[in-house]
């Protein structure tokens, strides 16, 4: 065997060694593994949900805000999946510093991962029903993109805990951006288009439990331990899961399968008035 080929297979069979004991650990913690198992079952749930939902949405712009939602669902079921199987999970050993320094920490690496597909689609269904242009689309979601990957690096880095702190930092500024427009851009929109009542409603829901994630990362495992237990951070995230996917998403495809005329009319409504405004400010 050459060398190359003798490294690959010493690196598979590694991961296939850590995957197994993470797998294992996972499968030992009943409260951890029951904070996976309720999501896998609302998320399939919803998703069925949603479909049988959408029947009878005819217009386009409706239809791209189910299709949206209905992958958020979707992409929940697989992301939790890569969490209960161990592929997207792994031992990372905790840098001096660090309340658990030295100690190997069970990372759910996978849900940073994830994050950066489904809110993504979040942001777009929430941005279709404000009737936001689409360079304000664009660039709000890449800071969110930006913000999950940041995130994911965060979790991952080992060589030196106040790198840590600086992923989280420059994450957090990412999902600044995201703030300011959720609260100070996107509402104008969503007036100018008629949908302002639910949009505040899933605007307010989604800061709010947003909020939530970064806090969860601090006190958590990750951050500073204060909550010394992976099975509680991890059933913190997935509470906010509940919530932020969900919740949100019945929210708005009821909204929407009852309302398909006003989200017709809002295409393009919301962006003319706004530009409208923009040209003469009176
Ligand atoms: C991290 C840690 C670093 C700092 C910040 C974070 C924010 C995460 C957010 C996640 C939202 C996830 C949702 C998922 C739904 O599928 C990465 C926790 C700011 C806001 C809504």
Redesign the pocket.
Known sequence: MTLAATGVTTTLALLQTGQSEVLTRIQNDALLSASLWTNVALAGFSALLFLYMARGVETDRARLIFVATILISLV?LSSYFGLLSGLTVGLVEMPAGHALGGEEVLSQWGR?LT?TF??PL?LLALGLLADVDGVDLFAVIAADVA??VT?LA?ALTTSAYGYRWVF?VI??SF?IVVLYALVAKWPARAEAAGTRDIFTTLRTLTVVL?IG??VV?AVGVEGFALVDSTALTSWGYSIL?IG??YVFAFLLLRWVARNEQTVREAAGRGTARAASTAQDPQ
Do not use: N, Q
């Open positions: 929940s940073y994050w489904s809110t979040i913000m999950c995130g965060a989280y994450s957090s999902f947003w994630y970064p990362w899961d932020a996917k």
